[in-house]
């Protein structure tokens, strides 16, 4: 980490479809990013994510493979701009860090500063109660 504790950090853009063809060009720009720090230990990369669309499991399997690209060279690579299509693929593939931590070896998913968290309405759930219940 640079003096005073400060995480330093720099952006890689992806945008459009994403597929196996395109893991060496992002690759590529991932270590060009990181040769550009001069002390890249505790470098965080926020991987922008917004325009990725269609979202697959070929797009699941590059960022996976960027992910390990960068742990492999001691960088934090977090997605900033994920869909809920794109959450939910990570999700299921057990890819997506535990609550905070970011150390587990799962992707970081990043939270928009001054955007609030998503949350969806828990449905289909119902209180039953039974007639001699005294409480009912």
């Known amino acids: 980490m640079p003096a005073g504790g400060a995480t330093r950090r720099t952006v890689l853009v992806v945008a459009g479809p994403v597929g196996p063809a395109d893991l060496p060009r992002l ?13 890249h230990p505790g ?9 990725v669309y269609p979202v697959d499991i070929g797009t699941i399997d590059v960022l996976a493979r960027l992910h390990l690209h960068a742990r492999r060279r001691d960088i934090q690579l977090e997605l900033r701009g994920a869909g809920t299509q ?20 799962g992707l970081v998913l990043a939270e928009e500063r001054g955007q609030p968290e998503e949350r969806e309405e828990a449905l289909g759930i119902q209180e039953v109660s039974h007639p001699h219940d005294p409480s009912a």
């Not at 470098?43 to 994510?49: F, G, M, T």
């Open 27 to 39: 690759i590529a720009r991932l270590d060009e990013l990181v040769a550009a720090q001069p002390c």
């Open 43 to 51: 470098l965080v990369v926020s991987c922008d994510v917004a325009a």
């Open 86 to 105: 794109l959450r939910e693929l990570l999700g299921l593939a057990g890819l997506v860090a535990g609550p905070g931590s970011g150390h587990d070896g």
